[in-house]
């Protein structure tokens, strides 16, 4: 017997008892003692940030990791199943900096180092525990409780080791550059955090117009464009174009020809002639514009795009400015601190922040007369990707590594790397191709310490180890409680060439390189021997169990077959990891990768908590169900966003409803039946129709499409090969056979069992409840769960056979239609019934199309019934024949065309392409005609008195079985009838018992009784 099913699903409810069967079974373990030994699968998990609940759009790449573990487990792979946290820098430390009211380092160094430590791993431990049990609801299968935390002093080592070798290497350097700054965060930017979303916003500037009075042509000015006013204090320079063509106005303003054509000039020069001049600059009554020699210096890279055509130069505020300086010696003036307030030597500007001085500068210029127009201009700005303050340019001095050396390399190596989807990788190679130096050295706190000792002898010592800084230590080791600041800070060693007492530098590094050692921290990477539960070391004490294995286990699973994350990652984990792979051992750390697209809301903005369109994980399992939310993530193609809400759920909700109709029917009939199916003879070896004989070749494509969609990481294409089998199980099979389950067909109920449980098979990693839930009711005497079934063998169908039926539905499929057309009932018999175009194989199969249309015959031949119409599409032909459309077009409509082959039309001598046509063919008078593909139907849709009889059964019928429903009698149960159409019993009296399980029928009003 199997267990009844109800009417529909209840997602939540199944999966969390799902998650309690698993449970108790230990169905994971089984899995993974299973596969032990077998050949191995190695994935790494890129790591996810621990400083919130599960997200729906983690949940999306959680899926699909899981996705592919779960296969390539069905398939007898031996995995590593490592969760990783990302437990450090600025994300912890800004959500941190919002739970105590923190706002700004200061406010962080009063609250004190220490104890800004322990909160931000107790933000962690928080987090990361609510991560573990969201993706466990989401049903992903990981070795929770051995996952590796990047804050682990193991980690760091690891990164310092690293570190180490880059500078042995000569690529170690610190850079003095003007670079994006985030002047609440107080630290600079690299370039790969500039590219993460998010990043760029629109915004509105102020637009400003501002000339610089020339010291020897007096009444004459240069005029300049800029949108920063806040840099005008630390100008020291204008650069024209030396080739392009400047005018003077009568007003005495000088701006380039090209860019006001309208103005009238009273002298021209080129760029080159105004090289040399000399100009009071705007602000020179303050400090540190008094002392400069302001100029105007040649530039190639001036454009003729926006502006006046000459740039205002301010090298302490911009970074091609800052480029210059150094070509043309020019003064460098820095006018705000780290928090992007301005120094004190800028008088009536000291303290206020480049936003606040904006007004006031630009009050000031009108006062002085350097103002010659303020507007606003819109445009998109960058942004601090983790506090959304608009970014500044600032002098900073940043740690760097050098890359144009391993650059040749990095190429070489992604050239091998197979991409999913293909432009992912041709995007990598871009970045590969034109990213600067990596700027690894941020001005914060909680971070990996970069363990770099400048002497002022000129020596940089780089620590490699823990070890090595305990030898090298002067003082201050044992106090060392994690390997981060505040401890470390207190920890000076001797330098190794001089042997003075030098300090640590306060900078920690960029979070990229702590996710992205992972392939080396995490296996054991030139470890001598294994270190039992060796990974929870400093911060990560106490939270995992994993072990730090040595290097034969490295070598067993690196690189890994396959990571896969969202697009960004491109320049930041994929990125990283690479990068110090190609530094470590000379090769990249992965051979497959797949990427996707951005999540957004299911009317596409994106998702925003202040929105109010944020999804939460926990309401998505509430109210879609796991299983559902799967389902949307896996459906998704990788190359366009996924936009995901309650909407698309519940139309998923309502194809997976059909599925379970399906399944239902089966289970129903089954138990009336007394069916009991047998693991041990899965395929229908019983004496089978020929329907049998197509639904077992159906489900081989099943298994096939769905084996080579998940060989190809394609979950969308998994989906969709289920759709399709879905509708052809539900529509086609079972509802051709249907009477054969009333009456216990042994082959029918064997057929229907072998392709449900086929199907649940080759579902079950993107379903995992659902898909175990059926097969504990379908398959009692086989394995315990459909997770612990092996990967169902692939059999090439006989595809043949499938291009025929799938024809015969198509023919079905388009009768449908024309019969909707004329607007008749599906239950009206009819006569006749034409179809053209349709492949000799189909021809056979006429009874069939006949029974599900309900046409007494059904002819293959010309369809004569049905009438072409043509008609020009305007858009695209409009362009194409201009005046001479008319004319076509009223040919078209006159019928006096000729059609040619390949959908092409013939109007006098034009001859019109199949994309410049709207075809239709439509029925002549008493037909109905649909058509699709090179096969039309036309179906007679004139009545008799005969057919009207015929139809007024049916109607007879159908009502009976309504009735039936709503008196509560059971499908099997007999009656006796009583119908109010003596004409109908003195025909059909006997088909109507016959169809209606009727032991009698008598004239009177319509009613049933039990018999
Ligand atoms: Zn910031
Ligand atoms: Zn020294």
Redesign the pocket.
């Known amino acids: 017997m199997f267990t009844p099913l109800p009417d529909k699903p209840d997602h939540p409810a199944l999966e969390l008892e799902m998650l309690d069967v698993w449970e108790r079974e230990e169905t994971f373990r089984q899995l993974r003692e299973r596969n032990r030994g077998g050949p191995r699968w190695s994935f790494i998990d890129g790591p996810v940030t621990a400083n919130k609940t599960l997200p729906v759009h983690t949940a999306w790449g959680r899926t699909l990791k899981d996705v592919f573990q779960r296969y390539k487990a069905l398939r007898g792979f031996d995995q590593r199943y490592q969760n990783g946290f990302d437990c450090q820098g600025?994300w912890i430390e800004?959500a941190v900096e919002r739970e105590l009211g923190l706002n700004s380092k200061r406010e962080i160094e009063d609250y004190g180092l220490e104890r800004f430590a322990h909160k931000c791993r107790e933000l962690v431990v928080w987090s990361s525990a609510e991560l573990t049990r969201g993706s466990i609801r989401l049903g992903q299968w990981m070795d929770w409780g051995r996952d590796y935390y990047t804050f682990s002093d193991t980690n760091i080592e690891y990164i310092w080791k690293f570190l180490k070798l880059v500078n042995e290497r000569g690529w170690l350097y610190k850079g003095h550059r003007s670079t994006e700054w985030?002047?609440?965060?107080g630290?600079s930017l690299s370039q790969h955090e500039l590219s993460q979303a998010g990043v760029y916003q629109d915004r509105s500037d102020p637009s400003l117009f501002v000339r610089f009075p020339l010291l020897d042509r007096p009444g004459e000015y240069v005029v300049v464009w800029t949108t920063t006013p806040w840099t005008l204090p630390a100008n020291v320079a204008a650069a024209v174009h030396p080739e392009k063509e400047y005018g003077r106005r009568e007003n005495g303003e000088w701006v380039a020809v090209e860019l006001f054509p309208d103005d009238r000039f009273v002298e021209r020069l080129r760029g080159e002639q105004m090289v040399g001049w000399r100009y009071r600059g705007p602000f020179d009554d303050l400090a540190p514009g008094a002392s400069v020699d302001h100029r105007i210096i040649p530039w190639d890279d001036v454009t003729m795009d926006q502006g006046t055509g000459i740039v205002h130069i301010a090298p302490g505020a911009g970074s091609e400015d800052f480029e210059l300086s150094k070509t043309h010696d020019l003064p460098v003036l820095m006018p705000v601190d780290e928090s992007g307030r301005f120094y004190d030597n800028y008088g009536w500007l000291h303290g206020l922040s480049t936003l606040e001085a904006a007004d006031q500068i630009i009050g000031r210029l009108g006062e002085t007369g350097f103002l010659v127009e303020a507007g606003l201009y819109n445009h998109a700005y960058p942004h601090?990707?983790?506090?959304?303050?608009p970014l500044i340019f600032r002098l900073s001095d940043d740690w760097f590594i050098s890359v144009d050396e391993i650059r040749p390399k990095l190429l070489e190596e992604n050239a091998k790397v197979e991409w999913v989807p293909e432009y992912m990788g041709k995007r990598m190679d871009d970045w590969l191709r034109n990213m600067g130096d990596w700027n690894i050295s941020r001005r914060r706190y909680y971070g990996l310490p970069l363990p770099f000792y400048p002497c002022a002898c000129g020596h940089l010592n780089v620590v490699g180890s823990k070890t090595e800084l305990r030898e090298r230590a002067t003082e201050g080791f044992e106090q060392l409680e994690e390997l981060r600041r505040p401890w470390v800070d207190r920890v000076p060693i001797r330098c190794e060439e001089c042997g003075e007492i030098v300090q640590r530098i306060l900078d920690v590094g960029d979070v990229w390189l702590d996710a992205g050692i992972v392939p080396f921290s995490t296996l054991g990477w030139e470890n001598p021997e294994l270190v039992p539960e060796g990974f929870g070391t400093g911060a990560a004490r106490g939270l995992t169990t994993a072990d730090l294995p040595d290097h034969s286990y490295w070598e067993q699973w690196f690189p890994a077959d396959w990571v896969s994350e969202m697009r960004e990652q491109i320049r930041l984990w994929f990125y990283s990891q690479f990068f110090m792979s190609c530094v470590l051992v000379g090769t990249s750390p992965y051979k497959r990768v797949l990427g996707y697209e951005k999540m957004l809301d299911e009317r596409g903005r994106e998702m925003h908590g202040s929105w109010g369109n944020m999804i939460k994980a926990d309401e998505a399992f509430t109210r879609m169900g796991a299983d559902v939310m799967r389902w949307q993530y896996c459906a998704q193609p990788p190359d366009r966003n996924l936009l995901f809400g309650f909407g698309p759920a519940h139309e998923i909700k309502r194809k997976l409803l059909t599925f379970w109709n399906s399944v239902k029917f089966l289970v129903d009939y089954g138990n009336i039946e007394g069916f009991t199916p047998s693991w041990d003879r899965l395929e229908p070896d019983v004496e089978r129709r020929a329907l049998d004989d197509w639904l077992v070749e159906r489900t081989r494509l099943l298994v096939a499409d769905a084996t080579d969609a998940y060989e190809a990481t394609l979950t969308v294409n998994v989906v969709r090969s289920f759709e399709s089998f879905v509708d052809d199980v539900s529509n086609w099979y079972i509802r051709r056979s249907r009477r054969r389950f009333y009456s216990f067909d042994d082959a029918a109920f064997r057929t229907l069992w072998y392709a449900l449980v086929q199907s649940l098979r080759v579902v079950a990693p993107v379903m995992p409840f659902l898909a175990d839930h059926l097969w504990r009711n379908l398959v009692q005497d086989g394995p315990a769960s459909v997770h612990l079934a092996p990967w169902p063998e692939v059999v090439e169908p006989d595809r043949g056979l499938l291009a025929e039926i799938a024809e015969v539905r198509r023919v079905v499929e388009l009768g449908r239609q024309a019969r909707s057309a004329s607007q008749l009932k599906l239950r009206q018999p009819l006569r006749r019934l034409v179809v053209a175009g349709a492949s000799a194989s189909a021809h056979g199969h006429s009874a069939e199309i006949a029974d599900e249309l309900r046409v007494k015959d059904v002819e293959f031949g010309e369809v004569e019934a049905s009438e072409l119409r043509v008609k020009p599409n305007l858009p695209v032909l409009g362009p194409k024949l201009g005046p001479a459309l008319r004319d076509v077009r009223e040919l078209l409509q006159r019928g006096e065309f000729e059609e040619l082959e390949d959908g092409r039309f013939q109007v006098n001598g034009h001859v019109l392409e199949p994309s410049e046509v709207l075809v239709e063919r439509v029925g002549r008078e008493g037909w109905a005609v649909a058509s699709e593909g090179g096969v039309t139907v036309a179906l007679d849709s004139r009545l008799d008195e005969e057919l009207l009889l015929e139809g007024r059964l049916l109607d007879r019928v159908h009502e009976v079985n309504v009735l039936r429903k709503e008196t509560g009698l059971e499908i099997t149960d007999r009656i006796k009838l009583w119908v109010p159409d003596q004409e109908l019993i003195d025909r059909y009296a006997e088909r109507l018992a016959a169809e209606t399980l009727a032991v009698s029928v008598e004239a009177g009003d319509l009613r049933i009784e039990k018999a």
């Open positions: 600025l800004v985030c002047p609440r965060c630290t601090c990707w983790r506090c959304d303050t």
